[in-house]
């Protein structure tokens, strides 16, 4: 029996291990994928060239500001990329794996959404600004709730630094 147990717990600990392989994988192919590449003295997101990609890193910060997403919150993410910023679905499961990584490198959401809504000023000027809305929007219509009041405040923020109307 004890015999038993100590496989079991080493079969497990082999499948949490391929399990984060596969996952570091999917990152490394998702940001090669979309060109991004390590240059000293830049930060990931000033690597960004498309609008889209910065729209949907953003949203994905929102989302995830208010704590951990329902598996809901992300399959309505993922339809609006498709949508919304015509994605393919392959593209856009890949823009959430990358847009996960990117907020990770500013160190959390809310250095995230502030970094992330310069560079889509920079990339798009203020109308990037109606994506995001529309985006976020749809998203929690699409699950029945509403964003939270820390979302609200985020998105009034985005769009003072993206000085929108």
Same mark, same amino acid.
């Not at 959430?96 to 798009?124: E, V």
């Given at each position: 029996?004890?015999?038993?147990?100590?496989?079991?717990r080493?079969?497990?600990?082999?499948?949490?291990?391929?399990? /984060?392989?596969?996952?570091?994988?999917?990152?490394?192919?998702?940001?090669?994928?979309?060109?991004?590449?390590?240059?000293?003295?830049?930060?990931?997101? !000033?690597?960004?060239?498309?609008?889209?990609?910065?729209?949907?890193?953003?949203?994905?910060?929102l989302?995830? !500001?208010?704590?951990?997403?329902?598996?809901?919150?992300?399959?309505?993410?993922v339809?609006?990329?498709?949508?919304?910023?015509?994605?393919?679905?392959?593209?856009?499961?890949?823009?959430?794996?990358?847009?996960?990584?990117?907020?990770?490198s500013?160190h959390?959401?809310? $250095?995230?959404?502030?970094?992330?809504?310069?560079?889509?000023?920079?990339?798009?000027?203020? !109308?990037?600004?109606? $994506?995001?809305?529309g985006?976020?929007?749809?998203?929690?219509?699409?699950?029945?709730?509403? $964003?939270?009041?820390k979302?609200?405040?985020?998105?009034? !923020?985005?769009?003072? /630094?993206?000085?929108?109307?």
């Amino acid at each position: 029996m004890t015999a038993f147990f100590y496989m079991n717990r080493a079969r497990n600990a082999a499948n949490a291990a391929s399990d /984060l392989v596969g996952v570091a994988d999917d990152i490394r192919l998702a940001i090669r994928r979309f060109g991004f590449t390590r240059k000293s003295g830049t930060h990931p997101v !000033e690597q960004i060239d498309d609008a889209r990609i910065a729209v949907a890193a953003l949203v994905k910060a929102l989302i995830d !500001e208010a704590g951990y997403p329902t598996s809901e919150l992300i399959l309505q993410y993922v339809i609006r990329l498709q949508k919304d910023l015509q994605f393919t679905l392959t593209d856009a499961d890949e823009i959430k794996t990358l847009s996960d990584w990117l907020i990770a490198s500013c160190h959390g959401t809310s $250095p995230a959404i502030t970094r992330l809504a310069r560079k889509l000023y920079k990339l798009s000027g203020s !109308e990037g600004y109606g $994506p995001v809305e529309g985006i976020l929007t749809s998203v929690y219509a699409g699950v029945g709730e509403a $964003p939270s009041a820390k979302q609200l405040d985020s998105l009034a !923020e985005i769009r003072r /630094l993206m000085r929108a109307k």
